[in-house]
């Protein structure tokens, strides 16, 4: 069955218990939950309904199992903690009532028949200030459209789809409603639709000055775009009205990392934790500036404490495993272990544990282990993840039937005339951040970050507001649409944007490798540029990815046949800039670089027009804050013993093999 028709035999089981027909709904389910091809979101649901067909019947045991189940698969899914409060209300069991319930507005803050509840079981229980915090909270949701009540639902339960349209309908006659905007922008926010909710965030902040839910998370996504000097401003907004506030101040510390000043954050960070030392999540973030300046052993015992304060923390212990160098203990081992396999941890964290508990297994040599967590923690991300082959496909062929070599041709001196940026392209763990530390140890070029400029003008030309099968066929054919002197506009909006994250040398670098879909674009607006290619072999790169837990992006990454297309789509790509921008692009090859590191320096910096400089062979010795997995690897001198590390878990790879395709898998020499 495929997706439509595993909806419609939800939609079908849920009128049935509307319907009060709890046998037939019961029976449905459980033959729906046999399907082996269920998504999570699916069989969730079915889970879910089944559960409330059960209760209805009284069939209290049969729910309460059904509920573990569900658990187990969505442990963080509000309205099955809901559904085992009303179960546990009918077997007279108060006190696990009411520990479900929290669960349930815990989870999804918006279930409304939760806060009911709690209000009468608190009472009964004469829990009278909690009685009113919840009552509160039922009037908070009674003050708001019910519209807007199931978009905040909707959104707690992933539904995140259902929420935007349901919302952005509600906008249509609502147009300045500040709390519908905010929510389209927290929709946006998980969509990773990030300038519409900058711009959806800072209109509420304009109407509604005093709002500082809205401020909070406008600074936030000013963090998440790297626009660090207006989030700081945004921050210290919010810190002047609420100086005794510790989630304002730890923004405020986030900026202050953002804006290169680590120690300054590290201050605010202890301060903070000074007053309550059970943030678990500021430990983290002072474990990652930490790590960015090079104070490795704090770093680690930032990160330990963060999950002596929160034992089920799963970034934690990524965090731990993600700076590749840290050896877990068997304790650590063993209580990861634990958790992972616990009912109650929450989805995040459980990704989360499944690839640091890889990257520990694969440390002590227990490849199949190892794999095993790899490919837990893939299969569980993935089903969050928006990438598909087809839209990939769609997206590399619109490249190379707009940018051709005569489409070129026709806007030569276009752009502007800057040489400062230097770009870094191609896929993750494909050795950029070495390649980045390399040419950032010249004395003429500041190493700057993975900048989302290109990627926001991409957006902007796509247009977010149409419709996603237009979004596609929109960019990248504008340009051929635009006028000439637009491309220079959009250079010099790039350097003054990037500016803040330079340092004073005359050039810079840019190493966000998603750009490689753009280098045509590049080449427009900024046709002095140089553009490098960081190419790995392929079977090392793409296992290396599927290795990694991303931050934010990377969505294809999360799963061996996804990591094949993608890099075969990347290759071929690439060749076509090479065919259509002869010299504009310059391939650097991890293990070239690793067998001959100067003759590879010179090479490089020739290409960027840069004198020799003997720092860049000596590399690791330059001191400058480096934010990506392999900030502690590229602080040493070159080693050869990762090169070959895809070989261990080889029986496991055939589809990656696969998808490589014969070319690339001949000209590696890959069996």
Not at 91 to 110: D, F, G, R, T
Not at 267 to 283: C, G, H, M, R, W
Not at 363 to 369: A, H, I, K
Not at 477 to 499: M, P, S, V
Request: a negative charge; hydrophobic letters at 35%; aromatic letters at 10%.
């Amino acid at each position: 069955m495929d997706q439509k028709t595993h909806e419609h035999t939800l939609d079908a089981a849920k009128k049935l218990v509307q319907q009060a027909a709890f046998s037939e709904a019961e029976d449905m389910m459980h033959d729906f939950l046999l399907n082996s091809d269920l998504s999570q979101h699916a069989r969730r649901d079915g889970l879910y309904t089944l559960a409330v067909s059960q209760r209805y019947q009284k069939k209290l045991d049969s729910a309460s199992e059904t509920l573990k189940e569900l658990r187990s698969h969505a442990p963080d899914y509000g309205r099955g903690y809901q559904e085992l409060g009303h179960t546990y209300l009918e077997q007279k069991q108060v006190s696990l009532a009411i520990k479900a319930y929290e669960n349930a507005v815990h989870h999804n803050p918006a279930l409304q028949a939760s806060w009911r509840a709690l209000v009468n079981l608190y009472g009964l229980t004469e829990r009278h200030e909690s009685a009113n915090a919840a009552a509160q909270e039922i009037v908070r949701f009674a003050n708001l459209p019910p519209e807007l009540v199931s978009v905040s639902a909707l959104i707690h339960d992933k539904e995140l789809y259902k929420a935007e349209r349901l919302c952005r309908h509600f906008l249509r006659n609502n147009r300045h409603h500040v709390e519908a905007m905010r929510l389209l922008a927290e929709i946006g926010v998980k969509l990773e639709m990030l300038d519409d909710a900058e711009f959806l965030l800072e209109s509420c902040v304009e109407f509604e000055p005093e709002y500082n839910r809205a401020r909070f998370e406008y600074a936030d996504v000013l963090l998440r775009r790297h626009k660090f000097q207006k989030a700081l401003e945004q921050a210290q907004i919010l810190n002047r009205k609420e100086p005794d506030n510790l989630a304002i101040r730890s923004l405020v510390g986030s900026a202050t990392v953002g804006l290169g000043d680590h120690e300054e954050a590290i201050s605010i960070f202890d301060e903070v934790l000074a007053k309550e030392p059970n943030q678990t999540k500021v430990y983290v973030t002072k474990g990652h500036a930490l790590k960015t300046i090079g104070r490795f052993d704090d770093a680690i015992a930032s990160y330990q404490q963060a999950y002596k304060v929160e034992p089920n923390h799963g970034d934690a212990f990524w965090s731990l495993a993600n700076t590749k160098v840290y050896e877990f203990t068997d304790q650590e081992i063993e209580h990861m272990r634990r958790e992972e396999a616990s009912r109650d941890i929450a989805l995040d964290d459980r990704i989360h544990m499944c690839f640091a508990l890889g990257k520990a297994l694969e440390d002590r040599g227990d490849f199949e282990g190892a794999f095993h967590y790899y490919f837990c923690g893939n299969t569980l991300k993935q089903d969050e993840m928006r990438h598909t082959p087809q839209r990939l496909a769609a997206r590399i062929r619109a490249q190379k039937e707009v940018c051709t070599r005569d489409f070129f041709d026709q806007y030569v001196g276009v752009g502007s005339q800057t040489f400062d940026p230097i770009f870094i392209v191609g896929l993750p763990r494909a050795g950029s951040t070495l390649l980045e530390q390399i040419i950032a140890s010249h004395s003429q070029v500041d190493g700057t970050l993975e900048l989302p400029h290109i990627l926001s003008l991409v957006n902007r030309l796509r247009d977010r507001n149409l419709p996603e099968s237009e979004q596609g066929s929109r960019y990248p054919r504008i340009l051929h649409d635009l006028d000439a002197d637009l491309f220079a506009r959009f250079g010099e909006q790039y350097l003054t944007e990037t500016r803040v994250f330079r340092a004073g040398a005359p050039r810079f670098i840019d190493k966000m490798p998603n750009n490689f879909v753009h280098v045509g674009l590049i080449k427009l607006i900024l046709p002095h540029a140089k553009v490098i290619d960081a190419r790995r072999h392929p079977m090392a790169c793409c296992f290396s990815g599927f290795k990694q837990l991303f931050g934010e992006g990377q969505d294809f990454s999360y799963g061996l046949p996804e990591m094949g297309n993608y890099y075969r789509e990347y290759v071929g790509l690439m060749k076509h800039w090479d065919e259509v921008l002869p010299g504009f692009v310059l391939r650097v090859n991890h293990e070239d670089v690793i067998e001959d590191l100067e003759g590879q320096v010179r090479r490089v910096l020739e290409f960027l027009d840069l004198e020799f400089e003997s720092g860049c062979v000596e590399y690791y010795k330059t001191k400058r804050s480096i934010r990506t997995p392999s900030s502690e690897q590229v602080r040493q001198p070159i080693y050869r013993s990762g090169m070959e590390v895809w070989r261990n878990f080889e029986k496991w790879l055939d589809p990656l093999k696969k998808e490589l395709g014969p070319d690339i898998l001949r000209a590696y020499r890959i069996d």
